[in-house]
């Protein structure tokens, strides 16, 4: 689902906020766009290690979740930087989880 107009500027606002360069820190010429997507980073935690009568058996990497992020596109070079919304503030503010869940629903 696109963006609406109040929350790509509810975005642009957080961006200059925290002070997000405007042009790109990789080449330093282009400006970043926004795409109509998240990106959800899964999340992986250390397996177990479990003593068993034939030693020691370590069971692999579990997911533990996932980071939503905000997607920012270099025009210029492709440069793609992630920012995650709950640390950024956004994802309650704009309430995507309530959209994530409409979404899941079609």
């Known amino acids: 689902m696109p963006f609406t107009a109040d929350e790509r500027k509810k975005i642009s606002e957080m961006l200059r906020e925290?002070?997000?360069p405007e042009k790109c820190p990789l080449c330093g010429q282009?400006?970043?766009r926004l795409p109509d997507s998240i990106a959800f980073?899964?999340?992986f935690e250390p397996g177990k290690v479990m003593e068993?009568?034939?030693g020691q058996v370590e069971f692999?990497?579990?997911p533990a979740g996932s980071m939503p992020c905000l997607i920012l596109i270099c025009n210029n070079?492709?440069?793609?930087?992630?920012?995650n919304l709950k640390v950024a503030g956004l994802w309650d503010e704009l309430r995507l989880e309530e959209v994530r869940e409409r979404e899941a629903v079609k």
Do not use: A, P, R, S
């Not at 070079?77 to 920012?83: E, F, R």
């Open 18 to 20: 925290k002070g997000v």
């Open 52 to 54: 068993t009568l034939g």
């Open 77 to 83: 070079c492709g440069n793609t930087l992630l920012l």
């Open 30 to 32: 282009g400006e970043f």
């Open 60 to 62: 692999g990497w579990f």
């Open 41 to 43: 980073i899964h999340v």
